[in-house]
């Protein structure tokens, strides 16, 4: 096998954009395409000259792939996922992977049952920045975490949340801006800092007209006793990411995608500890790192992913890895909607109940623009 031969399920906007990508790619060979929207999966199929199908098992069963690239709404990622892994198919998902964990627990286990090849798409991990960090943090260097912090102020128009039916519904998409946009961020935050062990949230629709969040705001403790401050929405602008991840040795922050390094001559416990001086402070250093250049963004992980096949070349962003976005999404919604205190992880059948009952109230969305358009800023 020189190349891997992929169908996209789901070409809206992402999958669209997915489409657009493989045929640059050497390892991947777009081979089949399916949508349920007959006149979609027409003008794709014709565009990229390869057979379309309306119902996903019928390119399961088609024989022409070795591996699924999953960009449908969120709630069908897990279904697909698993009866392509029944098919013996290797299963790249968009982010995130399910929106329960009790579902993202379901894929999980299916696809380790497989044997098959399992990542998602969080094309973040990457980018030369998150490599440099994660090294950072992996020799040692930035010590215990004692405090984190993530500031994720995007933007979103009216228009963007009235794209779609499924847009910014419960029963549709299983949330708002936590489980739409931040995935993302989500995934790093937790990749560099790892998973707080209580969370007390509060989100709303502050100004958007949709019945999920579009701003959410948590404090966050962690096992070790260190604390953090988490914000994601998208009403703002210009946008703004800031990540801190504090250590007893070091500091790591990355403010959009520039990344600053620091390293503390002592640690700051035993400076504190051992120092005479009133007035002094733990001496640092800015760490100056070589960032390595190589591919980033969708391509880069579509191509890890195929590599990772043929050639067995570890996972960038392996599957699995993909419940802890998934753990801090539903914590942030469940502490937030139960007005309380939660733990992570996540009670599986406490958020079962709360995502069944918000689905339950959902309403039909009347004001819709159907418009299909990739993100002009996909990469």
């Known amino acids: 096998m020189n190349k891997v031969r992929c169908g996209v399920v789901?070409?809206?906007?992402?999958?669209q954009g997915h489409c657009e990508i493989i045929p640059t790619l050497e390892e991947v060979e777009l081979t089949a395409v399916c949508d349920i929207d007959p006149g979609v999966c027409?003008?794709?199929s014709e565009k990229y000259n390869v057979p379309g199908f309306i119902q996903y098992e019928e390119l399961l069963d088609s024989g022409l792939v070795d591996m699924v690239l999953i960009a449908t709404p969120h709630y069908f990622h897990p279904p697909i996922a698993m009866a392509a892994f029944e098919q013996g198919l290797h299963v790249?998902?968009?982010?995130?992977?399910?929106v329960t964990v009790s579902t993202a627990d379901a894929m999980i286990a299916a696809a380790r049952k497989s044997g098959k090849k399992f990542g998602v798409m969080f094309q973040m991990r990457s980018l030369p920045v998150t490599i440099a960090a994660k090294e950072f943090i992996d020799?040692?260097?930035?010590?215990?975490?004692?405090?984190?912090?993530?500031?994720?102020?995007?933007?979103?128009?009216q228009a963007y949340y009235d794209s779609g039916t499924w847009r910014a519904t419960w029963a549709g998409e299983g949330g708002g801006v936590l489980i739409n946009q931040a995935p993302h961020a989500f995934d790093i935050f937790t990749y560099l800092g790892g998973l707080p062990g209580?969370?007390?949230?509060?989100?709303?629709?502050?100004?958007?007209?949709?019945?999920?969040e579009d701003e959410c705001r948590a404090l966050l403790e962690y096992p070790n006793g260190g604390h953090g401050y988490l914000y994601a929405s998208t009403d703002e602008a210009p946008g703004r990411d800031v990540m801190e991840i504090c250590g007893d040795r070091g500091k790591i922050i990355i403010t959009n995608g520039e990344l600053s390094l620091w390293e503390l001559k002592n640690p700051i416990r035993e400076f504190t500890e051992t120092s005479t001086d009133v007035w002094s402070g733990p001496?640092?250093?800015a760490v100056s790192v070589e960032l390595e250049g190589r591919p980033t963004g969708h391509g880069a992980i579509t191509a890890n992913f195929a590599r990772s096949i043929l050639y067995d070349e570890p996972l960038l962003a392996p599957g699995d890895a993909g419940i802890n976005a998934v753990e801090l999404i539903n914590g942030l919604i469940l502490s937030s909607h139960r007005g309380q205190e939660v733990s992570l992880p996540v009670d599986r059948k406490e958020y079962d109940?709360?995502?069944?009952?918000?689905?339950?109230g959902s309403k039909h969305k009347d004001a819709v623009n159907v418009q299909r358009v990739t993100d002009p800023n996909l990469k």
Do not use: C, D, F, N
């Open 10 to 15: 789901g070409t809206g906007g992402m999958g």
């Open 283 to 285: 001496a640092s250093e």
């Open 42 to 44: 027409k003008s794709i």
């Open 353 to 360: 109940t709360l995502i069944a009952e918000l689905q339950a």
């Open 198 to 212: 209580t969370i007390y949230a509060k989100s709303r629709a502050r100004l958007h007209k949709i019945e999920v």
């Open 92 to 98: 790249l998902s968009e982010k995130p992977i399910a």
């Open 139 to 157: 020799q040692g260097r930035l010590g215990e975490i004692y405090r984190t912090s993530l500031i994720m102020g995007w933007y979103r128009t």
